[in-house]
């Protein structure tokens, strides 16, 4: 299997501008999550899916992020607009059944808004 | 919620020695304990987990201890190699949520 696969890799944008970060889970697994990692607050659930449907998204930081699933195979997290403080790497993870374990992660995006 | 420590924050070990990483979590309701490798420019990988039906678990040169009664729970890294130098984090399974901790650099010295 591939793996988690998330793009793109690297993103530098100006503030202001809008943000899609994309990401495919690994196939059959039903749980999908996206996390933020900065220095100062290490890694922050920002949403998790279960079979598509967002379960929790109290760790999305505010209105301006927003994350969908629209299939079993691919979910994208977008920020509209974007600031400075939004800057960190954003990783997507699957699992095959959330609360069974074995989280698998992404190579992570990195994000720069400048 | 669950909240779980992890120390030390950095480590230095000579190449062969071993490498011990510690945490702690509050909620007795977790069940599930994994900790992750990662490396720079990489996303965390998985390396080894334990269930809390289990006391300790070993695969090759890492092992993981679980104290359910004092929850606390360590990572144990023998003969370390260089390739060995990443961040460590682990992380605590409570309902459908993962805590992690703040991670351990670990830096292996040849």
């Known amino acids: 299997d591939a793996g988690v696969i998330q793009s793109p890799r690297h993103e530098v944008t100006e503030m202001g501008q809008e943000v899609t970060l994309r990401c495919k889970p690994i196939s059959g697994h039903n749980s999908l999550f996206w996390y933020r990692q900065t220095m100062m607050r290490g890694l922050e659930l920002l949403i998790y899916f279960n079979n598509n449907v967002p379960i929790d998204d109290s760790g999305m930081p505010e209105d301006r992020f927003s994350a969908k699933m629209p299939n079993a195979s691919f979910s994208t997290l977008k920020i509209q607009p974007s600031e400075p403080r939004d800057s960190a790497v954003y990783f997507c993870a699957s699992s095959y059944n959330a609360g069974t374990g074995e989280l698998f992660f992404g190579e992570g995006s990195r994000l720069t808004v400048l | 919620g669950e909240n779980v420590e992890q120390h030390p924050s950095t480590l230095s070990v000579q190449e062969g020695d071993s490498a011990v990483i510690k945490c702690t979590y509050s909620d007795s309701a977790s069940n599930y304990f994994p900790w992750y490798k990662q490396e720079l420019g990489k996303g965390p990988q998985l390396i080894i987990d334990?269930?809390?039906?289990?006391g300790e678990k070993k695969d090759q040169r890492i092992a993981v201890t679980l104290n359910k009664t004092a929850k606390h729970f360590s990572l144990h890294i023998t003969e370390t190699q260089p390739e060995d130098s990443a961040v460590y984090f682990c992380a605590a399974l409570t309902g459908n949520q993962f805590y992690f901790g703040t991670g351990t650099s670990l830096t292996v010295i040849p």
């Open positions: 334990i269930r809390s039906n289990v």
